[in-house]
Structure formats: C-alpha cells, structure tokens
C-alpha cells in the first residue's frame, strides 16, 4: 500500500467531476486501500478518491471508534435526501485546519457498488449521512466551504494563503 498526496483547497482539480467506476478489479481493491491508508494517516474519517487526485467516483471512510471498520463506497448516488436538517461541524482533509458548522439533511437514501461490483442501498441519518453527503459532493466537484457564506469562505481562503506562506518561508 502508498500513501497518496492529498490535494489541497483551492486546487482546481478538487472542482473535477469524478467519472463512474466500470471496472471493478485488483486495480480498484489497489486503489480503495491507497485511498484507506492515506486516510488514517491523515486522521479522517472520509476521503473521496478526487482530493488524491483520482478522477473515478469512489469513497472510503471509517466512522468507528477504533478505526477497524473501513467502508468503501463505489458510484455512490444519493437517491433520497430528508426535508429535515441538522447543523454539523465539519472538517476537511483537503482544507486543514478549517472546521465550520454545515446545515445538511439530517438523513439519507442512497445506492452504491462495493468494491466486488455488487450494488448495495442504504438508509443513513446522523455522522454516515452527513460524512456520505460531504464525500459525494466532492465527487461532484464541491468542497464543504460551498455551503458557508462568501465572507466565511473569504475568511477561510485568507487563513490559508496565509498559512501556505509561513510554510513556504519556513522551507
């Protein structure tokens, strides 16, 4: 397994629409895994494969307490999203550093390959909801600061220029 290089906001490339997955063999149990091991490292808890510069729609994520429970969603689809919202704190492996409350669904129908080919639904509310709605919108070429207001999402690209300019003056 390789860690993968995780692209950072406000890469262009993280505003790529990923491409469906029609292959389903070694290369993408490969990739899944990349995608995994990268993923703990960075400490997440999602990643979609379009932040490590993967244009295919694929997401991994690990909800549980001892992170030993990997899920891997391939072509997710969000069939159904609840009229009820709730207000989430969010992060982001591709805007570190940054976390914002997000009002999102509160739950979910949604559809998806696993890494074998075969197709699975789903009903989720709660942390799986909110993590799949912010993983699919990545595949669909958003990050989570679309859902802020202009002065926040200002704010925020100002706080990370800065801090790319300290990095580069440490170098």
Known sequence: MALLKILQFPDPKLRLRAKEVKIFD?????????MLETMYDAKGIGLAA???????????????????EPMFFV???????????????????SVPGIYEKVTRPNSLSAKYFDIDGC??????????????????????????VDHLSRLKQE??????QKERKRLLAEA
Do not use: W
């Open 75 to 93: 072509n997710p689809e969000i069939i159904k999203l609840s009229d009820d919202t709730k207000e989430y704190g969010e992060g982001c492996l």
């Open 155 to 160: 704010k925020i690209n100002r706080k990370l």
């Open 119 to 144: 197709e699975h639904k789903l009903e989720a509310d709660g942390l799986l909801s909110v993590c799949l709605q912010h993983e699919i919108d990545h595949l669909n070429g958003r990050v989570f």
């Open 26 to 34: 070694r290369s993408l149990r490969n990739t899944c895994e990349n």
């Open 50 to 68: 379009i932040q490590v510069n993967i244009l295919k729609r694929i997401v991994v994520m690990d909800l549980s307490e001892n992170k030993n």
